[in-house]
């Protein structure tokens, strides 16, 4: 499986593009990926099989409604389905100039679910505190997760919007984050990609229970 990191949109969110054999997943959709994705699905014959959205804010959704106009099916959590159908509750933390249409979830995902995307096992974990709905993507078999907002390389995603909670925060990164093993890669929502072994040992935000 090859991921190619693409940040994207105003504030430079990573969107994931997850490839083998012919197809392809996309995680989150910032401002401009549906152009990119398209040009890159066109050039390497890739088919599109999902959308996985990490949670609900615009940065991440900026462009979901056009892969829905593709008929590219969307994932994402239910403690999101507000903003992801009435995004403007979250228009005075916008930019100007970006577009804030919703989108209606194909498939809602649970805490603990596996499904299968590209032919491996992909876990399900629930990380709110960022916002109620913040879900990360585990693949074991590729010691990978797809983070969205939770955590950053020496960093934790912002707990002062609505629907954010530093305590909860704190409870995802230290029971659903930091039980994962030591040498999985973390993809984050922004910034570089760091280690579960290295935000344990050096995340000056939040650290381990152990």
């Given amino acids: 499986m090859d991921v190619k990191i693409l940040p994207l949109g105003p504030i430079q969110t990573n969107a994931f593009l997850l490839t083998k054999e012919g197809h392809a997943v996309l995680v ?15 050039s390497d014959g890739l088919t599109l099989d999902a959308l996985l959205l990490t ?6 959704t900026t462009d979901a409604y056009l892969f829905q106009r593709d008929r590219v099916p969307l994932y994402g959590h239910q ?16 930019l100007p100039g ?3 249409e ?3 979830i194909d498939v809602w995902l649970e805490d603990g679910e596996v499904v299968e995307f590209l032919g491996e096992k992909v876990e399900v974990r629930h990380v709110p505190g960022h916002c109620p709905g913040n879900i990360l993507f585990y693949i074991d078999r590729h010691a990978s997760c797809f983070s969205g907002d939770v ?3 020496g960093g934790i995603g912002r707990y002062d919007l609505p629907g954010g909670d530093f305590s909860q925060l ?8 930091y039980t994962l093993p030591e040498d999985t890669e973390i993809f984050p929502g922004h910034g570089p990609v760091t280690s579960v072994r290295d935000e344990r040992r050096r995340n000056p935000y939040v650290r381990p229970l152990d």
């Fill in 151 to 153: 955590i950053f390389a």
């Fill in 102 to 104: 919703p989108v209606q």
């Fill in 55 to 60: 949670h609900a804010h615009w940065d991440h």
């Fill in 170 to 177: 704190e409870q995802s990164i230290q029971t659903r984050v």
């Fill in 98 to 100: 970006v577009p804030m």
């Fill in 79 to 94: 403690a999101d389905r507000d903003l992801f159908e009435n995004p403007q509750i979250m228009s005075s933390f916008g």
């Fill in 28 to 42: 989150d959709a910032p401002m401009g990926a549906h152009q990119v994705v398209k040009d890159i699905l066109a």
